[in-house]
């Protein structure tokens, strides 16, 4: 995984990854990019040139996915895409001017790309989005998965907090959900047809997505993942 470096997860799926502290730990950042009819979709921008996105071009729309990530959303709105944002971001951000907010799931992306936001946790009004052609699930901070290979003080401080091994949430999301509006979300996540799950941070799901997200949020007690 090289920092900076555009890499291809599937057919219309691109990552590119890059270092973040947060609360002095490195956690790591990881921006999604989506090809659909319609045009490019940056999910989680980070602070790269437009130029790493190489062949694929401009995007035409960048997604600031929920309320804690939207450093670097300026940079390509001055770069020409479109912003969206989570409920409440614009409140936030009062200086950057969104074309809308992503408080529905009507898609203003097209037909490949399906809009999910998340009502049951006020720090973040997380929205997540779904690829359909390549049944990729793109989360930002709903769940982690941090891998053994992460910095012993990131895996120490996350086991604490509930977040690691593997794919977890926190303590905070445990605290802070609103449970009665999180299960028919949370269900409604898992009745879609995805097998990818790609998180802002640590490791991407390749396959069985579904199956992992489902047991990370089985303290929710929401049904389990079945086939589509």
Not at 62 to 82: D, I
Not at 124 to 129: A, C
Request: glycine content about 12%.
């Amino acid at each position: 995984m090289g920092e900076g470096t555009l890499r291809t997860l599937a057919a219309g799926v691109h990552v590119l990854e890059a270092q973040q502290r947060f609360q002095g730990l490195e956690v790591g950042a990881r921006m999604t990019v989506l090809e659909t009819n319609a045009g490019v979709l940056v999910h989680g921008p980070l602070n790269v040139p437009g130029s790493a996105l190489g062949a694929l071009g401009a995007p035409r729309w960048v997604v600031a996915p929920n309320k804690l990530h939207h450093l670097h959303v300026g940079r390509w709105m001055e770069a020409g895409a479109e912003a969206w944002a989570a409920p409440g971001l614009a409140e936030k951000r009062p200086d950057l001017r969104f074309a809308g907010c992503l408080d529905s799931p009507d898609s203003p992306f097209g037909e490949d790309i399906g809009v999910f936001p998340l009502r049951c946790f006020r720090m973040t009004n997380e929205v997540v989005l779904l690829h359909r052609p390549s049944r990729t699930l793109v989360v930002t901070d709903l769940v982690f998965n941090f891998a053994p290979t992460a910095p012993w003080a990131t895996r120490a401080v996350m086991a604490g907090l509930g977040g690691y091994p593997g794919c977890r949430t926190t303590l905070l999301e445990r605290l802070g959900f609103d449970r009665a509006v999180a299960r028919p979300q949370i269900a409604e996540l898992l009745s879609l047809d995805f097998d990818r799950l790609v998180l802002s941070h640590g490791e991407v799901i390749e396959t069985g997505g579904r199956a992992a997200l489902a047991e990370a949020l089985g303290w929710l007690g929401a049904p389990a993942a079945a086939e589509p």
